[in-house]
């Protein structure tokens, strides 16, 4: 199983007691092994930047990035071949084995939309898998040989071969992201995943408290509670 998070630019290394470190995502790597980028949503990195990344942490560290927004926010898979060129080049430089595509809320599943995802994720590069967080939409057989993104504490995912998991709070509601999760829910948690085959997880933690639970997290899977 993988733990991380949702970024690192929000994280005080000091909090943590890490004192020696040349960058924030450096001292992120001292924490986890693994994190989301989500910084390619936002904007697109140079390629330098994408190398500097993978400099800093250590060979063993996996980055997941996520799909840049033009993509699937504002050009809505059509006509985005630069933009994903790029974004495929930044994940061959990071060596990341998954690309997370998200939808807006506004992407309706309809039968027009759902061809059009599928037509655009037959045009990418199979070296790599994809996650699919379509937000508000339903599994169907026809999504089966990619990654179904839920959060576990709001939907059931499907049986699959891997599980992408992004926990943004509980309960679901306008202050979910704010929401730090208690000894009970991460107990909760545990008994989930573990019945799931651990080596085949990645579960980033997406709230403000998301490097807090993480570690929480981890520590009680570790100690066995």
């Not at 020696?20 to 001292?27: H, K, M, N, R, W």
């Not at 390619?40 to 942490?57: E, G, M, S």
């Not at 998991?165 to 009970?184: A, I, N, Q």
Request: glycine share 4%; with cysteine.
């Amino acid at each position: 199983m993988r733990i991380g998070t949702c970024g690192w630019g929000l994280l005080r290394p000091k909090q943590f007691g890490i004192l020696e470190y040349s960058s924030v995502l450096e001292a992120y790597s001292q924490l986890f092994d693994t994190v989301e980028v989500n910084y390619t949503f936002y904007r697109l990195p140079r390629a330098d930047t994408a190398k500097n990344w993978r400099k800093i942490v250590p060979e063993s560290f996996i980055f997941t990035v996520k799909m840049f927004r033009g993509v699937t926010h504002e050009n809505r898979f059509k006509n985005t071949e630069e933009e994903t060129e790029r974004i495929l080049e930044i994940a061959e430089i990071l060596k990341a084995p998954i690309i997370l595509i998200q939808t807006p809320k506004s992407f309706k599943q309809t039968g027009e939309n759902e061809k059009t995802v599928l037509e655009y994720l037959s045009t990418l590069d199979k070296r790599y898998m994809y996650a699919l967080e379509l937000r508000g939409w339903v599994w169907k057989p026809k999504f089966s040989e990619w990654l179904w993104v839920v959060d576990p504490f709001a939907q059931k995912p499907p049986e699959q071969d891997e599980y992408y998991f992004r926990l943004h709070g509980k309960p679901p509601g306008k202050r979910m992201y704010h929401y730090r999760y208690t000894e009970s829910d991460l107990l909760q948690l545990k008994d989930f995943v573990e019945k799931l085959n651990r080596e085949q997880v990645w579960l980033f933690f997406n709230n403000v408290w998301m490097y807090e639970d993480a570690l929480r997290f981890r520590r009680m899977l570790h100690e066995g509670r």
